[in-house]
T-cell receptor
Framework: DARVTQTPRHKVTEMGQEVTMRCQPI?????VFWYRQTMMQGLELLAY????????DSGMPKDRFSAEMPDATLATLKIQPSEPRDSAVYFC???????????FGQGTRLTVV | QKEVEQDPGPLSVPEGAIVSLNCTYS??????FMWYRQYSRKGPELLMY????GNKEDGRFTAQVDKSSKYISLFIRDSQPSDSATYLC????????????FGTGTKLQVIP
């Protein structure tokens, strides 16, 4: 049963702390997306990788957010330092093509207090 | 103004009803249109994927795109309580990489 795996599922942290979220894309998929979902803004694209190369991170606050793909089986999203406004659900998604046919993980629910 | 507008609902219907979910978009360059379903505390899952104008049917679900009015719809026939979820429309332009833009979602509740 192929699925995108995200860890942790839940994270509560204090303001100023570093947060790292991890994603294992579906084997064979060459595109990886990081999205943030809030009630007010809905789903917002933070970063997009194709064949492990970052192609679009225009939606990501560069001063505190960073996204990497150390290898084809791992994508990471890091927030340093975290702020209360970063509280949201962060989704990783992967796909085979460039089009919006993405498979989403279960998400990481982040709360920054 | 958001590029993709969607009524947040909630929309409550009795079991067996026909459900109509709608989105409008502003960018005429959008060529690909998707509907995702998201259950509570789960990730979105792709339901329907269409290109350009027209209808696409899959079981009880029909996606409709009218590019002249920039209007996209999802119809659910014989709705079931298991259809209760948030439905997100999404669009994407053509030619190389284009960012997928999501609507904020419509929450649907099907009452048994």
């Amino acid at each position: 049963d192929a699925r995108v795996t995200q860890t942790p599922r839940h994270k509560v942290t204090e303001m100023g702390q570093e947060v790292t979220m991890r994603c294992q894309p579906i084997l064979g998929h060459n595109t990886v997306f990081w999205y943030r979902q809030t009630m007010m803004q809905g789903l917002e694209l933070l970063a997009y990788f194709r064949n492990r190369a970052p192609l679009d991170d225009s939606g990501m606050p560069k001063d505190r957010f960073s996204a990497e793909m150390p290898d084809a089986t791992l994508a990471t999203l890091k927030i340093q330092p975290s702020e209360p406004r970063d509280s949201a659900v962060y989704f990783c998604a992967s796909g085979k093509e460039n089009r919006g046919q993405a498979f989403f993980g279960q998400g990481t629910r982040l709360t920054v207090v | 103004q958001k590029e993709v507008e969607q009524d947040p609902g909630p929309l409550s219907v009795p079991e067996g009803a026909i459900v109509s979910l709608n989105c409008t978009y502003s960018n005429s360059a959008f060529q690909y249109f998707m509907w995702y379903r998201q259950y509570s505390r789960k990730g979105p899952e792709l339901l329907m994927y269409t290109y350009s104008s027209g209808n696409k049917e899959d079981g009880r679900f029909t996606a409709q795109v009218d590019k002249s009015s920039k209007y996209i719809s999802l119809f659910i026939r014989d709705s079931q309580p298991s259809d209760s979820a948030t439905y997100l429309c999404a669009t994407e332009g053509s030619g190389g990489y284009q960012k997928v833009t999501f609507g904020t979602g419509t929450k649907l509740q099907v009452i048994p």
